[in-house]
């Protein structure tokens, strides 16, 4: 039934990406032949005649609508799974939509908040002062006089997100089938890490606590300012925080004119990623110029102000440890370090030889050194790295991509601000210093410290535990959690049964409506027949089960 109700809505996308010829995204699949039969249907949008196929992916996403421009957005810093062409069209993508009415934003602030805004606030402006897919921003002013911004949900947004997440579950599923790849692009995974981002900025209260988290890390900092939140009017559908000005960081001429300092500006907003990382565990992850401002009374000691919280990266600790260790090999070109690290962390599987990923790793980043290291990227010598590792079975994990994509945007900023560079020189010291404070021996005599009571606590009991493991042991009471491969065939046969009557349902529909429409309302004309046979045709063919080669 859930494939029937959103019939319509996956034609509109078959038709409108095949107007954009995106079907060549499909040329290794048993989907070519049919989209190319149907492609003289189906004019082509004459804005991207000659246009790339990056650029055409782009447009096609504006046009259906918010919540693919951020689906978009988020496969843009997917650069394990994207050709560089597409991810950097990807990235242009801008999360602006028309606004919704002032009148239904404050309707909106007072079912959040229980109260009238003129109660609330002394002053509320309902000409919005940015829009977005998820939310919009308004100006006010409290009763004691401070400036805020009023962050408030776009009115119905849940449901919209909700039926467009199943429609992009649909997507998902016709890919993990047909593409030749999909163990590869992972299709579900990425439509989940959609979903996720998605359900995260739906609430404000959230975001909220990532800011006051943010705020208290850099509390007094020369480098980073943070809004300060005001809890008091702020909810899961309403966001309320101190208003700032600034500067986009990318506006050079601006920057030059306040006269900011933009070389140490640059090297600031370096040291201030491997801070967030590395000290604190908790980074802004989506720190594009829209939402990193400088402050422009700043002068010759230059300050971030940072903005938007909705997506926030952490690691967990193991990996901490991990990607630090990677990065100072990295720093002293210790290849063979590198490759014990990948296999030590269990990125990669046992048998992985360590000779032939040292080898690997070495002719990655040997060309890199050619080159003055104020040339070198670091973020593109790792995102190198992290394609080269996974031909020997690397899985990226999600909050490593999102480490990755940070760091590919720090990085460009800070060249941006200042061409010249030397970011290796920037962020060694700062990373070395933080590993000997986090790892160094007096982090493990507080470690030790804070849990010797939990650990005093538990003792008496370890004796009764392990006694008690042993006699499971003797008297064969322990249980092996063991995965059957036929359990797993099963399963899978299951699916496939499921999706075939699924299809064959939904095919037959179409293709019945096609005759229907054809027989009893000629006067229509033959295109909509045609349209509804051919999706007809084309879904049985999507179902109808392959044999495997």
Not at 332 to 358: K, N, T
Not at 372 to 400: D, G, H
């Amino acid at each position: 039934m859930s494939t029937l109700r959103h019939a319509p809505r996956l034609l509109r996308v078959a038709i409108l990406l095949l107007r954009y010829r995106l079907d060549e995204f499909a040329a290794d699949t048993p989907l070519a032949t049919p989209l190319r039969i149907l492609r003289p249907l189906f004019p082509q949008v004459a804005a991207v005649r000659g246009q790339p196929r990056g650029a055409r992916l782009r447009l096609a996403l504006t046009e259906l609508g918010p919540i693919f421009v951020k689906f978009g957005q988020i496969l843009s810093t997917r650069r394990d799974l994207l050709p560089a062409d597409v991810a950097d069209e990807l990235a242009l993508l801008r999360d602006q939509v028309p606004p919704f009415p002032g009148t239904e934003a404050r309707a909106a602030i007072e079912r959040a908040l229980g109260k009238p805004v003129a109660v609330l606030f002394a002053a509320f402006d309902e000409t919005a002062l940015a829009s977005a897919s998820v939310a919009q921003v308004h100006a006010a002013t409290l009763h004691d006089g401070r400036a805020v911004v009023v962050k408030v949900l776009r009115p119905g947004i849940d449901r919209r997100i909700a039926r467009d997440v199943i429609l992009l579950r649909a997507l998902a599923d016709i890919v993990a089938r047909h593409h030749p790849h999909a163990d590869k692009i992972r299709p579900h995974d990425v439509v989940s890490e959609v979903e996720k981002t998605l359900e995260h900025e739906l609430d404000l209260q959230r975001e909220a606590a990532n800011a006051s988290l943010l705020k208290r890390n850099f509390e007094g900092s020369p480098d980073l300012y943070v809004p300060q939140v005001h809890w008091d009017f702020t909810t899961a559908g309403v966001l309320t925080l101190e208003r700032v000005r600034g500067i986009p960081a990318d506006d050079i001429a601006a920057l030059d004119h306040a006269g900011i300092d933009r070389k140490r500006l640059a090297a600031k907003g370096v040291r201030l990623f491997y801070e967030q990382v590395f000290r604190d565990n908790f980074f802004h992850a989506d720190a594009h110029p829209g939402n990193i401002w400088v402050d422009p009374s700043s002068g010759a000691e230059p300050r971030f102000i940072a903005l938007d919280f909705g997506i926030m990266g952490t690691l967990p600790e193991a990996d901490q440890y991990w990607i630090a260790e990677n990065f100072m090999a990295l720093f002293r070109r210790d290849y063979r370090r590198i490759a014990e690290l990948h296999l030590a962390a269990g990125w990669m599987p046992a048998h992985v030889r360590l000779d032939e990923l040292e080898a690997a790793t070495r002719t990655v980043c040997e060309p890199y050194f050619t080159r003055p290291l104020s040339q070198i990227s670091v973020a593109e010598v790792m995102v190198k790295l992290f394609n080269t590792a996974r031909r020997f079975e690397l899985t990226l994990q999600p909050q490593l991509i999102l480490l990755q994509k940070t760091l590919l945007n720090i990085e460009g900023l800070g060249r941006q601000l200042d061409p010249e560079i030397d970011i290796w020189a920037v962020a060694e010291p700062v990373l070395a210093r933080i590993l000997r404070r986090r790892y160094g021996p007096a982090r493990l005599l507080r470690e030790v410290r804070r849990r010797l009571p939990e650990w005093l606590a538990a003792a008496p009991r370890m004796p009764e535990l392990v006694r008690e493991a042993l006699s499971q042991v003797a008297e064969g009471r322990t249980r092996l959690a063991i995965t059957s491969d036929d359990l797993a065939r099963l399963t899978a046969e299951s699916r496939r049964t499921q999706r075939l009557l699924a299809g064959g349902l939904l095919g037959s529909t179409l293709l019945i409506a096609a005759a229907l429409i054809a027989a009893l309302a000629p006067a229509r004309g033959p295109l909509l027949p045609i349209v509804l046979a051919s999706a007809g045709a084309l879904i049985w063919l999507t179902a109808w089960p392959r044999r495997s080669r």
